[in-house]
């Protein structure tokens, strides 16, 4: 028993600290390195060896990689390619509490997703309530931002749409192919990496690194750009690793306050390390959007719960429980990566 409290507790600690720290270690990385697109490509190159590797190991299990499902995976990985190359430049072009406030927006444009495009009932009061404090939040926080330029939050955009279309509409396609976690992670990456030559090319990004290796001649290494990039590739698969285990190793409420414990340890730690964050009253501003995720969270919890109790089926097979987990774990993994 207690060997069991120390491996879950180690698998927890592991997920919050990558999954606080990765916002942060990408912003390092981008502000050192300069590159988002050959950057992106080196992380997507790192999670995809990676898992192949402890796949022949025998640390895990993946699917084969085959052509036939390479092609219906594809829309998949060009959303998930997107949302990471917008995610990528915003951290460019403005600081990680921008970048969360953004991101803590999703639920609101999911939630007018759900109703107007796949039918789905409106949100509760208290669901409607927790998006209202959300989009307050960050209203107020778009005007109190000191920082403001258009490029950036033109990056936010982007970054918004693909996000919520990622969350809408791709889960379904890779839901119904039937790859398990592991796979999944291996076909989002490897596919992804394949993209990424196109808009290295697209972006013109190739000829800055070039001009940059020929401009700087034998000196073009440096050591802090090096460290700054490993970091990021290291930590882009392990929060694959911990994330999967951790929702494996504990309930989904408690992986649920870890992801709201960990939005304000990413703040905290931004705060406390360096001066590449929002003013006061941005931060007010940025806890208001997490408080209201928080809202969202607990709302969407309760009717879940409620309609289980209501359509609970006393011999219901075991492969739909199964099914209705890796579902949700995969798509853990999809958010976790951004």
């Not at 829309?75 to 998930?80: G, H, M």
Request: some cysteine; aromatic content about 14%; proline content about 2%.
């Amino acid at each position: 028993m207690a060997e069991q409290y120390y491996a879950t507790s180690s698998l927890v600690v592991g997920y919050a600290l990558c999954s606080s720290l990765l916002s942060i270690i990408n912003k390092y990385a981008v502000t050192k390195f300069g590159y988002p697109g050959l950057l992106t490509a080196l992380q997507y190159l790192t999670s995809a060896a990676g898992v192949w590797i402890l796949g022949k190991l025998g640390f895990l299990t993946h699917d084969s990689f085959n052509l036939e499902t390479a092609k219906k995976f594809a829309p998949a990985a060009l959303v998930f390619y997107l949302a990471i190359f917008t995610n990528t430049n915003l951290l460019c072009h403005a600081n990680v509490d921008t970048f969360i406030v953004f991101r803590s927006l999703t639920p609101l444009l999911v939630a007018i997703a759900d109703t107007t495009f796949r039918k789905q009932p409106c949100p509760s009061k208290f669901t409607f309530l927790s998006l209202v404090v959300i989009l307050g939040g960050a209203v107020g926080y778009v005007m109190t931002d000191s920082a403001f330029s258009l490029t950036a939050y033109s990056w936010a955009l982007a970054y918004l749409v693909t996000i919520t279309t990622e969350m809408v509409y791709i889960k379904h396609i890779v839901t119904n192919l039937g790859l398990n976690t592991w796979g999944f992670v291996l076909y989002n990456n490897l596919l992804s990496l394949m993209l990424a030559p196109i808009f290295w090319f697209l972006t013109g990004e190739h000829k800055s690194v070039f001009a940059a290796m020929e401009s700087r001649g034998e000196g073009w290494f440096h050591l802090d750009a090096f460290v700054a990039v490993a970091l990021s590739c290291l930590f882009g698969l392990l929060i694959s690793f911990f994330g999967f285990a951790a929702r494996r190793a504990v309930s989904a409420t408690a992986f649920t306050v870890t992801g709201v414990v960990n939005k304000f340890l990413t703040v905290a730690i931004n705060v406390m390390i360096w001066d590449k964050h929002a003013a006061a009253s941005g931060l007010v501003c940025l806890l208001f959007t997490i408080v209201g995720g928080v809202l969202y969270q607990q709302s969407v919890t309760v009717k879940g719960n409620s309609v289980a109790q209501r359509e609970l089926v006393p011999e219901q097979p075991k492969g739909d429980n199964d099914s209705k987990e890796f579902d949700e774990e995969k798509q853990s993994l999809v958010s976790s990566a951004k």
